[in-house]
């Protein structure tokens, strides 16, 4: 069989008859997959659902990459201390959660 990670609903037709079948739109539908409940499926097989990464990822970005246009995802995401985590989810993590929250908050201090 296939490994987790490349559990996946890929084509046009499969997401537009969940899609049509649960009422809600097809983006909407990839979306929640991709971001939320492929990422807690993986985090659940390798033992990690819970698990808060965003202080390791932040460490592990600054010590080991020069900027953000220089990170590596496919390298950062096979790390085994994110097990569980996709290049997608760990680009929505860093971006979401630490990059924005980051900004903001040098924003909002004057600098």
Do not use: C
Not at 81 to 107: C, D, I, P, V
């Amino acid at each position: 069989g296939k490994p987790i990670e490349k559990l996946d609903l890929p084509s046009f037709r499969e997401w537009k008859t969940i899609a049509d079948q649960i009422g809600r739109q097809e983006r909407h539908v990839k979306y929640r997959w991709e971001y939320y409940l492929k990422t807690w499926l993986l985090q659940h097989f390798s033992g990690t659902l819970n698990l808060d990464i965003r202080r390791m990822l932040a460490n592990y970005l600054a010590e080991n990459f020069e900027d953000i246009d220089s990170v590596d995802w496919v390298s950062v995401a096979s790390r085994p201390e994110f097990a569980g985590q996709t290049q997608t989810s760990l680009r929505y993590l860093f971006y979401t959660f630490l990059f924005k929250r980051t900004k903001e908050k040098m924003n909002g201090s004057g600098e």
